[in-house]
């Protein structure tokens, strides 16, 4: 019987390795900082001074570059990406599937017989065609138009990467419909900047644009290639489909508190050299709480940016870790019964003045701006829970919200006990009209919040949505999905809130109430409508499932459901009325949504019963035929009589085996006749729903069996690298 080769062969690999230390250009960043990026360095190089100043404008204020000076713009955006060493550019862009995608053209250009030249013009840089047929579009093509178009996004620079010139862009139909997730981020962002602008003119005509923030914290895992290779199940699914928990998993925490392993120090020096030279300001590192996780984590941008860069980081990571000879798992919940990944998202608004609204103040003026912006996010969050659940919902994430350190799927606000206190003490200090103390009285209060509660110990790791200090964190976020989904989501129902908030207080003014009071009225009615959001508790417990439930809050377990709020007529007037996706572009995204739900659950209920019925169940055959060899040779050698007793043991386990292997092969067989039934429906949701109800369940029943194999069979014959192999070899 040859012993499982490729798992003794993996591990053999994988223990063997050393570190492979890449030295950085330099041991000062700041030399070579964003020097694969066509920043405004570059620009002020390689364009005329009327071209630098169309691109600059355009980044900042969104204005259109006419086609002359884009001519320019490519021109010398050519050549400075010939100065690195580019030969071809692409127009890099961020379909529905969840990653970039990129098509490459080279500048080369044959002309006339056997000369050639190079051209990039401005209608290059501008527009591109990809062939788009294959990307996600739930149907609009199909409506409107065969082909999409991907146009140049001058809010996010160029860059090269390796030989390619890298120009950010966002992919649209014909009919301007959007296919992809920058362009319904960027109109939410235009959305709350109207929006916010018109508020923050109450207290300071100087603002004049409010952008969004974004500062990501990436958490992930690492795989020695050799064992990825040797778990099948990982390599299409991106999670373990088997494994009997270890004997000593995270519970010790040693691993959070511990040193970075070397290997994995070499590899995250290497991705950070190269994502510091494409701009992205890449600062902590960290162990994460369980064994082979970490996280990366940038100093915030400018939302647009963060997310591109965000996206690109994933992408350097995949590719440097193959250098390494590491695979890096972006998905929710590789393990089960350990830690998931989380993409956290810190979110805020800052001025053209340069202020943070999330920021408290020292001044009660100031810090009525601060409520203001504080207040009716917490609102916005209350009236808009079920979009916010739905835009962090997919088959990955659903195994990690609720379980092992991760923010539930009900969605709460978590604001630490000092706000708490003073959003109470406000919503009864102002009764009706208020008199002159009480105002005084108010405004003192206000005046007294302090402008930094940073403060680690007032930080509640339980809630998915949570105040820090000086900017919002929605931590329900999954570790593979792109930054952007939540943020045109969360923007979104900012906007259409601070937008209410600015009608409400118009129509007190103009009534006659004193802007202040106005303002401090329609805040406290806020706070009361949108209490029974905020939670301070553990998010964790039983207690909060029932607390929330009294309070009427939602608590949507899995993805095919929580997507339902697409289909609301509330949900397509607010994201029609804020101009940020269409009812048809809603409509597209939740079947896109429903579908990739799908094609992930059919993936991982295949990889699971091939495994199950070629892996697994030959290794326990083979194992139970040595413990009938072994009873058939105690009967030789004891005789009938003795060997009974002797062998009672092999028997026991023998028949365990089988009991196990019987479980595993029907309940695979049952799996591949409910996916038969779920794959010949033809609804979307109702699809989505089979396979979540019908098919996912089997997974664990079968998991279930094939881990009390695991442990009844010989660790020599066992075919798939273990748990604590996986966890634990560096
Ligand atoms: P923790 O892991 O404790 O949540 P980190 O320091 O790892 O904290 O992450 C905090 C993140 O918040 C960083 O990415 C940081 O850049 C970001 N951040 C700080 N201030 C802002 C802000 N005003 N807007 C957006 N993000 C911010
Ligand atoms: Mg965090």
């Known amino acids: 019987m040859p012993a499982p080769r490729l798992r003794a062969k993996a591990l053999e690999d994988a223990l063997g390795r050393r570190p492979k230390h890449v030295e950085p250009p330099s041991s000062r960043i ?23 100043l169309a691109v600059r404008q355009a980044m900042h204020q969104g204005t259109r570059i006419d086609r002359k000076l884009a001519d320019q713009v490519a021109s010398g955006m050519k050549e400075w990406a010939a100065s690195k060493g580019a030969t071809h550019y692409t127009h890099w862009f961020q379909p529905l599937t969840g990653s970039s995608a990129e098509k490459h053209d080279a ?96 207290f300071d005509k100087d603002v004049t644009k409010v952008t969004c923030t974004l500062g990501w914290e990436q958490e992930y895992f690492l795989i020695d290639e050799a064992l ?255 930054c952007a989904a939540a943020m045109t989501v969360l923007n979104t129902i900012v906007a259409s809130q601070l937008r209410a908030f600015k009608k409400t207080v118009d129509a007190m003014i103009k009534k006659g109430t004193k802007k202040d009071e106005a303002i401090l009225r329609v805040i406290r009615d806020l706070i009361v409508e949108s209490k029974a959001i905020r939670f301070e508790g553990n998010g964790y417990g039983d207690e909060w499932k029932a607390e929330a439930k009294k309070r009427g809050l939602s608590n949507i377990a899995d993805t095919p459901r929580a997507l339902d709020v697409w289909e609301r007529a509330e949900t397509k007037k607010l994201f029609s009325e804020m101009g940020v996706l269409s009812e048809v572009e809603l409509e597209a995204r939740h079947e896109i949504e429903l579908h990739s739900y799908v094609l992930k659950l059919q993936i991982e209920s295949r990889v699971a019963g091939d495994l199950a019925v070629n892996h697994i169940i030959p290794a326990a055959i083979s194992y139970q035929n040595r413990l009938i060899e072994n009873v058939r040779g105690l009967k030789d050698v004891l005789g009938p009589e003795k060997a009974a007793k002797a062998a009672a043991t092999q028997i026991g386990m023998i028949e365990e085996i089988s009991e196990h292997l019987g479980r595993l092969k029907t309940l695979t067989d049952d799996m591949i006749e409910a996916r038969k039934k779920a794959n010949v429906i033809e609804d979307h949701r109702e699809q989505a729903i089979a396979y979540c109800d019908q098919v996912k369940p089997y997974l664990d029943k079968i998991r279930y069996h094939a881990n009390k194999l695991e442990i009844n069979v010989d660790d020599e014959l066992w075919p798939l690298p273990k748990l604590r192999e996986l966890l634990f070899t560096r």
């Open 228 to 482: 990825f290779y040797a778990r099948p199940d990982i390599m299409a699914a991106g999670r373990a489909l088997f494994g009997h928990t270890p004997a000593k998993g995270q519970q010790l925490e040693d691993h959070y508190f511990g040193s970075i392993p070397e290997r994995a120090q070499a590899f995250m020096r290497d991705f950070e050299t190269e994502s510091l030279k494409l701009g992205i300001p890449v600062k902590t590192r960290h162990n994460e709480v369980a064994p082979n996780q970490f996280e990366c984590a940038p100093v915030f941008e400018e939302l647009n940016l963060a997310v591109d860069h965000n996206m690109l980081l994933m992408d350097v990571m995949e590719k440097t870790a193959r250098k390494h000879d590491f695979r890096v798992l972006f998905h929710e919940k590789p393990y089960a019964g350990v830690n998931g990944s989380g993409k956290h998202n810190n979110w805020s608004l800052a001025t053209n003045t340069g202020k943070n609204l999330l920021r408290p103040a020292k001044t009660p003026k100031e810090n009525m701006l601060f409520l203001a912006f504080f207040v009716n996010t917490i609102k916005a969050i209350h009236s808009h829970a079920d979009v916010l659940r739905a835009c962090i919902a997919s088959a990955g994430n659903d195994h990690r919200l609720g379980a092992n350190e991760a923010p539930p799927a009900i969605i709460s606000v978590f604001i630490g006990e000092y706000l708490t206190n003073l959003l109470d003490g406000l919503e009864k200090n102002i009764k009706g009209a208020m008199s002159p103390a009480s105002k005084t009285e108010l405004k003192l209060d206000i005046g007294r919040i302090p402008s930094v509660m940073l403060d680690n110990t007032d930080r509640n790791r339980t809630s998915p949505f949570a105040f820090t200090g000086n900017k919002f964190e929605f931590r329900a976020v999954g570790s593979s999905a792109n």
């Open 30 to 52: 700041s030399e070579y900082y964003g020097s694969s990026v066509f920043n405004e360095e570059a620009m002020r190089m390689f364009l005329t001074e009327d071209a630098y």
């Open 107 to 202: 500048f080369f250009e044959p002309i006339s017989g056997s000369r050639s030249i190079e051209r990039f013009d401005g209608t290059m840089l501008a527009q591109q065609e990809p062939d788009a047929s294959s990307f996600p579009s739930g149907g609009i093509r199909n409506t409107f138009e065969a082909r999409g178009y991907t146009a140049w996004d001058p809010g996010s620079p160029a860059f090269v990467i390796g030989r390619t010139l890298c120009i950010p862009t966002i992919f649209i139909s014909y009919t301007g419909e959007a296919l992809d997730y920058k362009m319904p981020l960027l109109r939410a962002i235009k959305a709350v900047d109207e929006a916010a602008t018109a508020v923050c003119q109450y």
